[in-house]
Nanobody, 115 residues
Framework: QVRVVESGGGLVQAGGSLRLSCVASVNIFSLNAMGWYRQAPGKQRELVARVTDISTTDYSDSVRGRFTISRDLAKNTVYLQMNSLKPEDTAVYYC?????????WGPGTQVTVSS
């Protein structure tokens, strides 16, 4: 059974930084991509950033230039470095592992940015 676990959320002031981590318990050859999504209260879940197995990255327009996604293949871990955080970045952040058996989601981690 594939497990996906996020960590690193918390409370930070506007302009601050946080780093999220996500570990997927799956063989790297069974992973096509990993990504971060977020869902704010009353809103739909949206893509934040994604990295493929060939290290191609994609970002939403709202975070491009402020967030950086990276991946440690040896550890099956993906990171999201979030800088210059804004109150509108407040949400539950979910990690998604795109496996050969389908998408696997973590339980999420709360990120709260105070103004």
């Amino acid at each position: 059974q594939v497990r996906v676990v996020e960590s690193g959320g918390g409370l930070v002031q506007a302009g601050g930084s946080l780093r999220l981590s996500c570990v997927a318990s799956v063989n790297i050859f069974s992973l096509n991509a990993m990504g971060w999504y977020r869902q704010a209260p009353g809103k739909q879940r949206e893509l934040v950033a994604r990295v493929t197995d060939i290290s191609t990255t994609d970002y939403s327009d709202s975070v491009r230039g402020r967030f950086t996604i990276s991946r440690d293949l040896a550890k099956n871990t993906v990171y999201l470095q979030m800088n210059s955080l804004k109150p509108e970045d407040t949400a539950v952040y979910y990690c998604n592992a795109e496996t050969v058996w389908g998408p696997k989601w973590g339980p999420g981690t709360q990120v709260t940015v105070s103004s």
